[in-house]
């Protein structure tokens, strides 16, 4: 059974941090590409950022560079989003979303359930 399982949401205040993290099961991590998004109500779901297989190939939305982090740990079956300064705009539910294998013709896409963050004083 796939799973993806964010954590590490929360409520923060402007210029904080926090540390999303998503682990996987039920298939094979080290040949998905991973990405986290977010979404705000009444709005499509944004990309975050993007990792590659090995972890290192990455790309941020243009608001993260700087800020956030992308990383992943194939021995852990995870990968993490690093927040730092956030903003109140940043308030929004964080997915993680899996997408492979690479190099195959047929690419599965799942996702978590999403992790809120609240970033407000």
């Known amino acids: 059974q796939v799973q993806l399982v964010e954590s590490g949401g929360g409520l923060v205040q402007p210029g904080g941090s926090l540390r999303l993290s998503c682990v996987a099961s039920?298939?094979?991590?080290?040949?998905?590409?991973m990405s986290w998004y977010r979404q705000v109500p009444e709005k499509a779901r944004e990309l975050v950022a993007h990792?590659?297989?090995?972890?290192?190939?990455?790309n941020y939305e243009d608001s993260a560079k700087g800020r956030f982090t992308i990383s992943r740990d194939n021995t852990k079956n995870a990968v993490y989003l690093q927040l730092n300064d956030l903003k109140s705009e940043d308030t929004a539910m964080y997915y993680c979303?899996?997408?492979?294998?690479?190099?195959?013709?047929?690419?599965?896409?799942?996702w978590g359930q999403g992790t809120q963050v609240t970033v407000s004083s």
């Open positions: 979303k899996a997408v492979g294998p690479i190099n195959s013709a047929l690419v599965n896409t799942y």
């Open positions: 990792i590659g297989t090995a972890g290192d190939s990455t």
């Open positions: 039920g298939f094979n991590f080290s040949t998905y590409t």
